[in-house]
């Protein structure tokens, strides 16, 4: 099979951007992307509410102790997590957030949608990472301003820009469907 190549021809930030790429690595790249990442909040959610739903209620998982006790002194929204601390709208928001949004990628299904909202919910995590003092506002505990956070936000955010969900997922059969094709506006939250 060959491999199709075509040139992109942009302007970013002031400046001509011309490259030629491989319609096919791109493909495969985003759809590796889609699961990996897919994977890794499906997993860290199910973790949770396995963990959550255990019979033994001292062994049930809760943000409470990381909302509490885990905000670094000096950040700046402490208050605000720490006022979450003990909510169970909280911990099943937590909990269900990274499971669906996992689930939704890992299949392709409302990728724009999910991707959105887990990338929300990450700039969360960074936002509680925030430290005080003399680097007043930088997360220092796990990188220097981008931690892991950052990173699943922003490749969360070009899953969504791509619409990775064509690929190989089921929002490619979905945007052929005659109520979705009438109704474009639903494309939004697809792809």
């Not at 790429?21 to 949770?48: A, D, H, N, P």
């Not at 509410?49 to 885990?70: H, K, M």
């Not at 925030?130 to 981008?146: Q, R, T, Y």
Request: aromatic share 14%; no cysteine.
């Amino acid at each position: 099979m060959a491999t199709s190549s075509r040139v992109l021809e942009t302007k970013l930030f002031g400046q001509d951007v011309t490259f030629e790429y491989s319609e096919r690595w791109v493909g495969l790249s985003l759809f590796i992307l889609r699961i990996v990442m897919g994977w890794t909040l499906f997993q860290g959610g199910v973790t949770k509410l396995v963990t959550y739903l255990d019979a033994d209620p001292s062994n049930n998982w809760t943000a409470a102790g990381f909302l509490a006790n885990a905000i670094p002194p000096g950040n700046p929204l402490i208050g605000f997590f720490a006022s979450m601390a003990g909510n169970p709208l909280i911990d099943q928001l937590n909990m269900w957030g990274l499971t669906l949004t996992g689930l939704a990628l890992i299949l392709g299904a409302f990728v724009r949608f999910s991707a959105f909202w887990g990338a929300i919910m990450m700039l969360f995590y960074w936002a509680a990472s925030l430290e005080g003092g003399i680097l007043a506002g930088l997360p220092l505990a796990h990188g220097w301003v981008v931690d892991d956070h950052i990173v699943y936000a922003v490749l969360l955010f070009g899953l969504g820009a791509f619409g990775a969900g064509r690929i190989l997922g089921v929002d490619a059969y979905l945007e052929n469907m005659e109520f979705v094709r009438n109704n474009r506006w639903l494309t939004l939250v697809m792809g």
